[in-house]
């Protein structure tokens, strides 16, 4: 399995506080994800990495951010978290081989509860 | 964005092979197409990917037709633990598509004793 450790797994937090989800990886992979999973939604894309410092938008980026100061870390963080973001959300890392094929390796998921 | 379409939900008997499709009629000449399986409480795992034809592995088979607009998963002889969430992903995980690797709605197959 991939090394890739999300934190916290769970948490419960009310509307309007900061949370910051993290998600680390041992494999050295330089491209990271960060999902949201909801019914009826599968998985849809937040924000992306593909270098330290090198970060840009998915499909649901309102509300969120990202940083990448280490190849390892990929911090997602909803500023001041509301009950839309309630989600389980998934870190994704890949190490793409040249122009061809790469997979993504996921991490167990961090279920969020904005009350 | 390759939009991907899926059925909701499939039932099974185990022993029984069961062949889920996806239809991707814009998908991009550089797309490969990724399935991947999903256990509840869990993050989704790859299981096969193809760009075109067929693809077989220990687990399963993609079909790709010519024109690529929709491929098919086949699992063959489905047994209990298959019950899971199947995903097809259009791109690849490189930077031109980062931001187009959105999955749809994925398929849910329960298999049944």
Known sequence: ?115 | LAKTTQPISMDSYEGQEVNITCSHNNIATNDYITWYQQFPSQGPRFIIQGYKTKVTNEVASLFIPADRKSSTLSLPRVSLSDTAVYYCLVGLPNKAAGNKLTFGGGTRVLVKP
């Open chain 1, 1 to 115: 399995d991939a090394g890739i450790t999300q934190s916290p797994r769970h948490k419960v937090t009310e509307t309007g506080t900061p949370v910051t989800l993290r998600c680390h990886q041992t494999e050295n992979h330089r491209y990271m994800y960060w999902y949201r999973q909801d019914p009826g939604h599968g998985l849809r894309l937040i924000h992306y990495s593909y270098g330290v410092k090198d970060t840009d938008k998915g499909e649901v980026s309102d509300g969120y951010s990202v940083s990448r100061s280490k190849t390892e870390d990929f911090l997602l963080t909803l500023e001041s978290a509301t009950s839309s973001q309630t989600s389980v959300y998934f870190c994704a890392i890949s190490e793409p081989r040249g122009s061809d094929t790469g997979e993504l390796f996921f991490g167990e998921g961090s279920r969020l509860t904005v009350l």
